[in-house]
């Protein structure tokens, strides 16, 4: 900055405070203080759809080809139950843009819209193993606690029924995900 200010045959003195501003920067502020709550329903009334996405980007730009290839990918599912998996590097949008599809197609999902940070490039963090993240998700579907074990693991032969009903016992068993249908 002060090699700026003598090019441009300036004094730098009075650049000082906004200098150290931007020399400390704010930590960012907690995840939970990110998200709305919404005020509780009146007693007696049907309780809200759960929703739990992160908000939505309003700038959103650059990646209308792969946000309509995912669009085309759920809304092409027979049956409404089809898997799709966004992969790539670290930092390139794949969070940004499951989100953003998320939030255009809340309105064909409306018993309730689930999100869960995997954290699979999170900093100091390891990534969320597929027993927690199951286990939030059932537990945001106000699945009774006793209902969802707690020991061991949900494996994919937790549940005969519910593996054949949907996917999510054999997904999070392996890091490709499978689309439903019949165990193999």
């Not at 020991?151 to 994919?156: R, T, V």
């Amino acid at each position: 900055m002060i090699a700026l200010c003598r090019l441009l045959k300036r004094d730098p003195r009075p650049l000082r405070p906004l200098w150290e501003r931007a020399s400390n920067p704010l930590p960012a502020p907690p995840k939970t203080s990110r998200q709305v709550q919404a005020p509780s329903p009146p007693a007696g009334a049907p309780r809200p759809p759960r929703n739990d996405l992160p908000r939505d980007v309003p700038d959103f730009t650059g990646r209308e080809a792969k946000l309509a290839a995912v669009l085309a990918a759920v809304l092409a599912a027979v049956d409404g139950s089809r898997v799709v998996a966004v992969d790539g590097m670290a930092g390139v949008g794949k969070t940004c843009l499951a989100v953003h599809a998320a939030h255009r197609l809340a309105a064909a999902y409306p018993d309730a819209q689930l999100y869960v940070d995997l954290h699979g490039f999170t900093a100091g963090r390891e990534p969320l193993d597929p027993d927690p993240a199951l286990r939030t998700l059932l537990a945001a579907l106000d699945v009774p606690s006793e209902k969802i074990p707690q020991e061991g693991g949900i494996e994919p032969g937790w549940d005969t029924a519910r593996r054949r009903r949907g996917w999510p016992a054999r997904c999070w068993t392996s890091r490709t995900p499978t689309p439903p249908g019949p165990p193999r």
